[in-house]
C-alpha cells in the first residue's frame, strides 16, 4: 500500500536522498518517513517530543512495514539525534525552525536540509544564512487553497547578510508565493515603510495577468 501525501508532504519527500541517512523532526504521523523508506531510503530517525504523535507513528510505521528502517525517538528537536545527511523540519513555525537547527551539533559541509516553515518564513531565511547554510532552491506546495513554500537548504558555513526582499522570496519564483508575500508585505507596510516600499516594488514587477490574480488573491483574505 503506497503512503499517500498531500502536496506539501510530497515536496518534501522529493527533496530528501534516500540513500543517506535521514531525520524527519517532528514526524507526527511518520508518513514522510514511511513514503521514503518506500522510495528506498533505509536509515530513518523520526522524532518527536510527545508522546501522542509517537504512537501516531508508531502506528503508521507498522502499517507500511518499515519498523526495521524507521526507528522512532523521542527528544527536543535535534536533541540525541545521531550524525544524519539529510535533516527534514515541516510543519513548524520559521523561528522554532531556525531554533531547532542552532543546536544541531552535527552541522558540517554537505548537509542538507529540508525545510518547510508554516509562518515567518522571512525570518527562517535570515536565521539559515547567519548560521552558514544556503538556499539550493524552493518550491511552491499548496493544499487546500494555502500556499507554502519548501526549500532545500545546505550547510556551506558560509555566513552572509540577506537583504529584505531575499528573505521575503529567497529562491522560489512562483507566482503563487510571490502574491501570498506580496499581501503580506502590504499588511506589514501599514506599520513599516520598508515593507510598503518592499510591496510597491515587487507589484510593480507583475505583469497584466499577474496583477489580476494578486487582486483576486487579495479580495479572497
Known amino acids: 500500500?503506497?503512503?499517500?501525501l498531500d502536496s506539501r508532504l510530497k515536496t518534501v519527500a522529493e527533496m530528501v536522498r534516500t540513500?543517506?541517512?535521514?531525520?524527519?523532526?517532528?514526524?507526527?504521523?511518520?508518513?514522510?518517513?514511511?513514503?521514503?523508506?518506500?522510495?528506498?531510503a533505509r536509515d530513518i530517525i523520526a522524532t518527536d517530543i510527545a508522546d501522542g504523535p509517537l504512537e501516531r507513528a508508531a502506528q503508521s510505521v507498522?502499517?507500511?512495514?518499515?519498523?526495521?528502517?524507521?526507528?522512532?525517538?523521542?527528544?527536543?528537536?535535534?536533541?540525541?539525534?545521531?550524525?544524519r545527511d539529510d535533516v527534514i523540519i515541516a510543519g513548524m513555525g520559521g523561528e522554532m525552525t531556525a531554533d531547532i537547527i542552532s543546536r544541531c551539533d552535527f552541522l558540517r559541509l554537505g548537509l542538507r536540509f529540508i525545510l518547510q516553515p508554516m509562518t515567518r518564513d522571512?525570518?527562517?531565511?535570515?536565521?539559515?544564512?547567519?548560521?552558514?547554510i544556503s538556499i539550493i532552491f524552493e518550491k511552491t506546495a499548496v493544499v487546500s487553497k494555502?500556499?507554502?513554500?519548501?526549500?532545500?537548504c545546505e550547510y556551506t558555513g558560509e555566513r552572509r547578510k540577506t537583504d529584505l526582499r531575499f528573505r521575503f522570496?529567497?529562491?522560489?519564483t512562483d507566482i503563487e508565493y510571490r502574491i501570498k508575500q506580496i499581501c503580506a508585505l502590504k499588511k506589514r507596510g501599514r506599520s513599516s515603510a520598508d515593507f510598503a516600499r518592499l510591496a510597491k516594488e515587487l507589484e510593480s514587477?507583475?505583469?497584466?495577468?499577474?496583477?489580476?490574480?494578486?487582486?483576486a488573491w487579495e479580495d479572497s483574505i
Open 1 to 4: 500500500m503506497k503512503v499517500r
Open 169 to 172: 522570496l529567497g529562491k522560489n
Open 62 to 83: 507498522k502499517l507500511y512495514g518499515a519498523e526495521e528502517c524507521v526507528k522512532l525517538m523521542k527528544c527536543d528537536g535535534l536533541e540525541g539525534v545521531p550524525v
Open 122 to 132: 522571512y525570518i527562517l531565511r535570515e536565521r539559515l544564512y547567519d548560521m552558514g
Open 146 to 152: 494555502k500556499i507554502y513554500t519548501v526549500m532545500l
Open 19 to 40: 540513500e543517506g541517512r535521514i531525520a524527519d523532526i517532528g514526524t507526527d504521523h511518520a508518513l514522510v518517513p514511511c513514503r521514503l523508506f518506500q522510495l528506498g
Open 205 to 215: 514587477e507583475l505583469t497584466e495577468e499577474e496583477k489580476l490574480l494578486l487582486t
